[in-house]
């Protein structure tokens, strides 16, 4: 128990008026002052309680209380009630005013939810929520044998177990979700100590739907459609081999979208997963993909014949970027003179990540004149690509790196001849360079047999998916032979 400055007034001065009353009532007075005493005496003690910081007033005589008759009650008349109200008040005042105690009491079980912050470590967020730092060592010791504490997120839920048995709190157990297919859980273990198990958590995958037109850019679209940009965002990749989105797609042109969800037996939406299907109509052209496993456990997007989209080389190995200078003849902004511009130029924001356009071995990697920071990577025997004007190179990328189509290789700059941020982009046949944009790419897979038996299946099947999400009306289509 703990007595504030505050409280021992407000004590001392309520309980002097509140005896100095029931006295009084009782038939008992101050012999030097009879009732007007008492009084006296309960007024100063409400005026000490309403001054808490006020130092305590010297001792004054005790005084002795004598028995009063009822005749000489009955002749003083009744108390003064208004004179000994705030003694009253200031007496009963003490059961609501300052807390006497450090904590208050508490019985039971207590699931307290707290969050990582920035800098955090698990001990650093116990003994903030009071946990002593024998228990937290105990908890994070066990937690480690199934979980390294130091993989915890800035904003990620820890659940802290606290048993409360009146006045103070000891912990029990931990709950922690370090991903959405796991939790772990740690309780107190029958001799002592701590016990950490790991289980998987039960998730169901739902297909949702979305369709609409295209305003703007088909990511704006499609965002206000509910579908999240991580989910489009591979759905890019897999189109990037037959549209340019800069040129090709225009206001009016329509998409469709099944893509998988994941979601917690509670129904709250635990993750996206991948696109299953999608279509985009581009005026005259339809084109729709549909993801599809092997008999060899390789995941790819294929048309409706069983085509793989993928090609030999990306067309834009930048996203977000605007076709800014085509190839051929121009006259060049810096130079000031006409001459063959050997590659297209994407204008893109500072610090854009730039893709390897296909599978291959960095040949090349430097500065390079009027190139500036220079990428060139050798894909096959017949074909390479080129890549200028880097603000700088992949951490780690050296020549003779592999790298796989989509990997970052650097980032958009200014670097050498340039009058911006943009990325050079050169293909490069048998050493020659050609027209990005209207080379011919090798295809890539195209499935036979069985496979294609099961995917024509699939196909029809997420068509069906489609339309019963949707309430939409699809025509049946019949791959190509």
Same mark, same amino acid.
């Given at each position: 128990?703990?007595l504030t400055?505050?409280?021992y007034?407000?004590?001392?001065?309520?309980?002097?008026?509140?005896?100095g009353?029931?006295?009084?009532?009782h038939?008992f007075?101050n012999?030097?002052?009879g009732?007007?005493?008492?009084?006296?005496?309960?007024?100063?003690?409400?005026?000490?309680?309403? $001054?808490?910081?006020?130092?305590?007033?010297a001792a004054?005589?005790?005084?002795v209380p004598?028995?009063?008759?009822?005749?000489?009650r009955?002749a003083?008349?009744?108390?003064d009630?208004?004179?000994?109200?705030?003694?009253?008040?200031?007496?009963?005042?003490?059961t609501?005013?300052?807390?006497?105690?450090?904590?208050?009491? $508490?019985?039971?079980?207590?699931?307290?939810?707290?969050?990582?912050?920035?800098?955090?470590?698990?001990?650093?967020?116990?003994?903030?929520?009071?946990?002593p730092r024998?228990e937290?060592?105990?908890?994070?010791?066990?937690?480690e044998?199934v979980y390294?504490?130091?993989?915890?997120?800035?904003?990620?839920?820890?659940?802290?177990?606290?048993?409360h048995?009146?006045y103070?709190?000891?912990?029990?157990?931990l709950?922690?979700?370090?991903?959405?297919?796991?939790?772990?859980v740690?309780?107190?273990?029958?001799?002592?100590?701590?016990?950490?198990e790991?289980?998987?958590?039960?998730?169901?995958?739902?297909?949702?739907?979305?369709?609409?037109r295209?305003?703007?850019?088909?990511?704006?679209?499609?965002?206000?459609s509910?579908?999240?940009?991580?989910?489009?965002?591979?759905?890019?990749?897999?189109?990037s081999?037959?549209v340019?989105?800069?040129?090709?797609?225009?206001?009016?042109?329509?998409?469709?979208?099944l893509?998988e $969800?994941?979601?917690?037996?509670?129904?709250?939406?635990a993750?996206d997963?991948g696109?299953?299907?999608?279509?985009l109509?581009?005026?005259?052209?339809?084109?729709?993909?549909? &993801?599809?496993?092997?008999g060899d456990?390789?995941?790819?997007y294929?048309?409706?014949?069983?085509?793989?989209?993928r090609?030999?080389?990306?067309?834009?190995?930048?996203d977000?970027?605007?076709?800014s200078?085509?190839?051929g003849m121009?006259?060049?902004p810096?130079?000031g003179?006409?001459?063959m511009?050997?590659g297209v130029d994407f204008?893109a924001?500072a610090?854009?990540?730039i893709f390897?356009?296909?599978d291959?071995?960095?040949?090349?990697?430097?500065?390079?004149?009027?190139?500036?920071?220079y990428?060139?990577?050798?894909?096959?025997?017949?074909?390479?690509?080129a890549?200028?004007?880097?603000?700088?190179f992949?951490?780690?990328?050296?020549?003779?790196?592999?790298?796989r189509?989509?990997?970052?290789?650097?980032?958009v700059?200014?670097?050498g001849?340039?009058?911006?941020?943009?990325?050079h982009?050169?293909v490069h046949v048998?050493?020659?360079?050609?027209?990005?944009?209207?080379?011919?790419?090798?295809?890539? &897979?195209?499935?036979?047999?069985?496979e294609l038996?099961?995917?024509?299946e699939a196909?029809?099947?997420?068509?069906?998916?489609?339309a019963a999400?949707?309430?939409?009306?699809?025509?049946?289509?019949?791959?190509a032979?």
């Amino acid at each position: 128990m703990r007595l504030t400055p505050n409280t021992y007034v407000a004590l001392t001065g309520g309980l002097a008026a509140a005896l100095g009353l029931a006295l009084h009532l009782h038939g008992f007075d101050n012999a030097s002052g009879g009732r007007s005493a008492t009084v006296a005496a309960a007024a100063a003690a409400a005026t000490a309680a309403e $001054r808490p910081h006020a130092p305590a007033p010297a001792a004054a005589p005790v005084p002795v209380p004598v028995l009063v008759t009822p005749e000489a009650r009955a002749a003083a008349g009744p108390p003064d009630a208004d004179a000994v109200r705030p003694a009253l008040t200031g007496a009963l005042a003490l059961t609501t005013a300052d807390s006497l105690l450090e904590e208050p009491y $508490r019985v039971g079980e207590e699931r307290r939810v707290v969050r990582v912050g920035s800098g955090d470590t698990l001990l650093a967020v116990m003994a903030r929520a009071g946990v002593p730092r024998g228990e937290a060592h105990a908890l994070v010791a066990a937690l480690e044998e199934v979980y390294d504490p130091r993989d915890l997120q800035v904003g990620q839920e820890i659940t802290l177990v606290l048993a409360h048995a009146g006045y103070g709190a000891r912990l029990t157990g931990l709950e922690l979700m370090p991903d959405v297919e796991r939790h772990v859980v740690i309780t107190s273990g029958a001799g002592g100590g701590f016990v950490a198990e790991e289980a998987a958590n039960a998730l169901e995958t739902r297909l949702v739907a979305a369709g609409g037109r295209i305003e703007g850019s088909l990511a704006a679209s499609t965002g206000a459609s509910g579908v999240p940009y991580r989910v489009l965002d591979p759905l890019i990749r897999a189109f990037s081999y037959s549209v340019d989105f800069q040129r090709d797609i225009q206001p009016g042109d329509a998409f469709e979208i099944l893509f998988e $969800r994941d979601f917690h037996p509670d129904g709250e939406i635990a993750r996206d997963g991948g696109v299953v299907y999608a279509r985009l109509n581009l005026g005259e052209r339809d084109l729709a993909v549909y &993801r599809f496993e092997t008999g060899d456990g390789a995941v790819d997007y294929y048309d409706r014949d069983g085509q793989s989209v993928r090609r030999a080389l990306l067309r834009t190995p930048v996203d977000g970027a605007r076709l800014s200078s085509g190839y051929g003849m121009r006259r060049h902004p810096i130079l000031g003179y006409s001459r063959m511009h050997q590659g297209v130029d994407f204008a893109a924001a500072a610090g854009t990540p730039i893709f390897a356009a296909g599978d291959g071995v960095v040949e090349v990697i430097g500065h390079n004149g009027g190139y500036g920071n220079y990428v060139r990577i050798r894909h096959n025997r017949t074909m390479s690509t080129a890549y200028g004007h880097m603000r700088r190179f992949a951490s780690g990328l050296a020549q003779g790196s592999r790298v796989r189509q989509g990997d970052v290789i650097g980032y958009v700059g200014s670097t050498g001849l340039s009058t911006g941020p943009h990325l050079h982009y050169e293909v490069h046949v048998n050493g020659t360079q050609v027209n990005p944009l209207s080379v011919d790419l090798p295809v890539g &897979r195209i499935l036979e047999g069985a496979e294609l038996v099961a995917f024509r299946e699939a196909v029809a099947e997420r068509d069906r998916r489609y339309a019963a999400l949707t309430g939409t009306t699809q025509v049946a289509e019949t791959p190509a032979d």
